[in-house]
């Protein structure tokens, strides 16, 4: 996925900035405040 991000930005330059802000979005929705409560989240749900 890195790789992936990566090349985007070099299509769009805000790729990262956008990847960023959908996150805090996705945060706010399902309110979680902070990012590590994210960590093991798909290990967990399995």
């Keep these: 996925m ?3 991000i990566g090349t985007a ?7 990262a900035l956008r ?3 959908g ?3 996705y945060m706010q929705r399902k309110g979680i405040e902070n990012f590590e409560d994210l960590t093991g989240w798909l290990e967990n749900s399995v």
């Design 2 to 4: 890195p790789t992936a």
């Design 9 to 15: 930005n070099f299509i769009d330059s805000s790729t």
């Design 19 to 21: 990847i960023i802000e």
């Design 23 to 25: 996150i805090k979005e």
